[in-house]
């Protein structure tokens, strides 16, 4: 059983996403044993709360330096022995102890398909901005493991999604979320799951 924890910051779309995947069977062999958010005010915290789920909130505000949130939240995940993080709208840039610790057992979702509109400054609503400035004709979302760059680690699963003429980012934003972010990221961490990923060389290779 992959025991999970998930890193969130606000609405928790992909984490509902998660958890109904998990219910209805389509996720197996794993577990959503807590979720962590910088965020009090985050809406995902409720949703973990209304499945009965662990949750915390660890906010850098809390602590005196960086230093001591770091060790504060490496400290609440390693207390859960967990064998996959998955960051679902996660916005801390997280302890570069933890990205040492955990190689390949971090996965993101991004609401773009790297390396298009990702890295430093891109994320939430200001990706579909960038998308919609532009114009390409394609978008979607990209899971990936994460390393110690800026949306930088091997991809796992992405997924295209048309851009309409009229959108607004809020439009895009959601049209993102329901045809590819809620799909590739259980799919992602099923495959896991299941050991069907495998990184060789920088690049993971789906195994059948
Ligand atoms: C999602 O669109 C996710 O792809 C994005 O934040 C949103 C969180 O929504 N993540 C990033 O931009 C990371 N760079 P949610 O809280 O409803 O899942």
Same mark, same amino acid.
């Given at each position: 059983?992959?025991?999970?924890?998930?890193?969130?910051?606000?609405?928790?779309?992909?984490?509902?996403?998660?958890?109904?995947?998990?219910?209805?069977?389509? +996720?197996?062999?794993?577990?959503?044993? &807590?979720?962590?958010?910088?965020?009090? =005010?985050? #809406?995902? /915290?409720?949703?973990? %709360?209304?499945?009965?789920?662990?949750?915390?909130?660890?906010?850098?505000?809390?602590?005196?330096?960086?230093?001591?949130?770091?060790?504060?939240?490496?400290?609440?995940?390693?207390?859960?022995?967990?064998?996959?993080?998955?960051?679902?709208?996660?916005?801390?840039?997280?302890?570069?102890?933890?990205?040492?610790?955990?190689?390949?057992?971090? +996965?993101?979702?991004?609401?773009?398909? &790297?390396?298009?509109?990702?890295?430093? =400054?891109? #994320?939430? /609503?200001?990706?579909? %901005?960038?998308?919609?400035?532009?114009?390409?004709?394609?978008?979607?979302?990209?899971?990936?493991?994460?390393?110690?760059?800026?949306?930088?680690?091997?991809?796992?699963?992405?997924?295209?999604?048309?851009?309409?003429?009229?959108?607004?980012?809020?439009?895009?934003?959601?049209?993102?979320?329901?045809?590819?972010?809620?799909?590739?990221?259980?799919?992602?961490?099923?495959?896991?799951?299941?050991?069907?990923?495998?990184?060789?060389?920088?690049?993971?290779?789906?195994?059948?």
């Amino acid at each position: 059983m992959l025991r999970i924890g998930v890193l969130v910051s606000g609405g928790g779309t992909n984490l509902q996403a998660i958890i109904d995947a998990i219910a209805a069977g389509k +996720i197996t062999n794993a577990s959503i044993e &807590i979720v962590i958010s910088n965020n009090p =005010g985050a #809406y995902a /915290l409720t949703r973990a %709360e209304q499945n009965g789920i662990e949750h915390i909130c660890i906010s850098p505000k809390n602590y005196a330096d960086r230093g001591a949130f770091n060790r504060a939240l490496l400290e609440k995940l390693e207390e859960y022995k967990l064998d996959l993080i998955v960051l679902a709208g996660c916005m801390v840039v997280l302890p570069p102890e933890l990205i040492d610790k955990y190689q390949n057992r971090i +996965i993101n979702i991004h609401p773009a398909l &790297i390396p298009s509109f990702c890295g430093k =400054g891109y #994320y939430g /609503l200001h990706v579909h %901005e960038e998308v919609l400035k532009r114009g390409v004709k394609l978008t979607g979302a990209t899971v990936h493991f994460v390393d110690a760059g800026t949306d930088t680690g091997p991809i796992i699963l992405q997924k295209a999604v048309e851009v309409q003429w009229g959108d607004s980012p809020e439009i895009l934003q959601k049209r993102v979320m329901e045809q590819a972010e809620w799909q590739i990221m259980p799919q992602a961490i099923n495959l896991i799951a299941n050991g069907k990923v495998e990184v060789i060389d920088g690049k993971v290779k789906i195994k059948e």
